[in-house]
């Protein structure tokens, strides 16, 4: 089983649309959580991090499962701009240091 | 002020050849990191800098990979002996390292290299 695991997609909606992605992982101690967006043949920045209580910034909301071990991501009423690969990101505290683990993204195509 | 910079941006070489590729962190980011990333897929991590820390190796895929840092600054990743399978953007960032794992990190453009 992969340490991360997200559905590929492409999810292609219409502009104005909701739309979700999930991400699983397989290490119940990770520690911390993001979403990083890839836009085409660019480097990943940062979307937001992922807060067990949950958080939103502007149109996108994020949530953590901890039993369930996954996150999410919700955008609201999205935008040709929102296009990209969407990457969910966790944190192992290990013996030999930090490790993020990043999945293999979510294509996202919104569509006039 | 300026970013996480790499070099070289692309990178062509013959199979058998070694290669040396560059990361220039944000200055005062004692944390770095090195992945790869082949066409279409996910990053995979190769290696992480924490200060003066002994660096996290287990993302290496061979013993033809190495990597170094001076100090809190410069890094270079060394593949000897590139195959096609190496072929991919090798992708370097850093981030403050206060809270290694929780703060951000920064991308640099990322060197694309092609093992032909």
């Known amino acids: 089983r992969k340490e991360v695991e997200q559905d590929p997609g492409p999810f292609n909606v219409p502009e104005g649309a909701t739309v979700a992605f999930n991400c699983t992982y397989s290490?119940?101690?990770?520690?911390?959580f993001f979403w990083y967006r890839q836009d085409c043949r660019k480097e990943p920045k940062l979307l937001m991090s992922?807060?067990?209580s949950g958080n939103e910034d502007g149109r996108f909301t994020a949530q953590l499962n901890r039993a369930s071990q996954y996150i999410s991501l919700l955008i609201r009423d999205s935008k040709l701009s929102d296009s990209a690969t969407y990457l969910c990101v966790v944190n192992l505290l290990t013996g030999g240091g930090n490790k993020l683990t990043f999945g293999t993204g979510t294509q996202l195509k919104v569509e006039l | 002020g300026a970013g996480v910079s790499q070099s070289p941006s692309n990178k062509v070489t013959e199979k058998g050849k070694d290669v040396e590729l560059r990361c220039d962190p944000i200055s005062g980011h004692t944390a770095l990191y090195w992945y790869r990333q082949r066409l279409g897929q996910g990053l995979e991590f190769l290696i992480y800098?924490?200060?003066?820390?002994?660096?996290?190796k287990s993302g290496l895929p061979s013993d033809r990979f190495s990597a170094e840092r001076t100090g809190e600054s410069v890094s270079t990743l060394t593949i000897q002996r590139t195959q096609q399978e190496d072929s991919a953007v090798y992708l370097c960032?850093?981030?403050?390292?206060?809270?290694?794992?929780?703060?951000?990190?920064?991308f640099g453009p990322g060197t694309r290299l092609t093992v032909l």
């Open positions: 992922v807060y067990s």
């Open positions: 960032a850093s981030s403050l390292g206060r809270m290694p794992g929780t703060d951000t990190q920064y």
């Open positions: 800098f924490q200060g003066n820390s002994a660096p996290d």
């Open positions: 290490n119940s101690a990770s520690q911390s």
